[in-house]
């Protein structure tokens, strides 16, 4: 079992920053690949960013140049520069120890005009 536990989420106006963190913790030495999604209301939860174990990075098209994910053994982060109205989500957690997922309760990032 993996427990995955993020923070960070708040309240920022339009072309600010937030960090958001998150912790996994259990059967962390088989965490492979760690990821961040949103979902805004009334759409799907989409991919913002995914780490491997190895480094490699994924990002979606709408987050590139803005949004930077790091990690450090079990703990990511996503450092969110130039804030739009549109990142206005909640942000969730995963982390994958295949063939399983587990997922965090997210943390919600409010992004004001």
């Known amino acids: 079992q993996v427990q995955v536990v993020e923070s960070g989420g708040g309240l920022v106006q339009a072309g600010g920053s937030l960090r958001l963190s998150c912790a996994a913790s259990?059967?962390?030495?088989?965490?492979?690949?760690m990821g961040w999604y949103r979902q805004a209301p009334g759409k799907q939860r989409e991919l913002v960013a995914a780490i491997t174990s190895g480094g490699s990075t994924t990002y979606a098209d709408s987050v590139k140049g803005r949004f930077t994910i790091s990690r450090e053994n079990a703990k990511v982060y996503l450092q969110m520069n130039s804030l739009k109205p549109e990142d206005t989500a909640v942000y969730y957690c995963?982390?994958?120890?295949?063939?399983?997922?587990?997922w965090g309760k997210g943390t919600l990032v409010t992004v004001s005009s």
């Open positions: 995963n982390a994958e120890v295949r063939p399983a997922v587990y």
């Open positions: 259990g059967i962390i030495f088989s965490i492979n690949a």
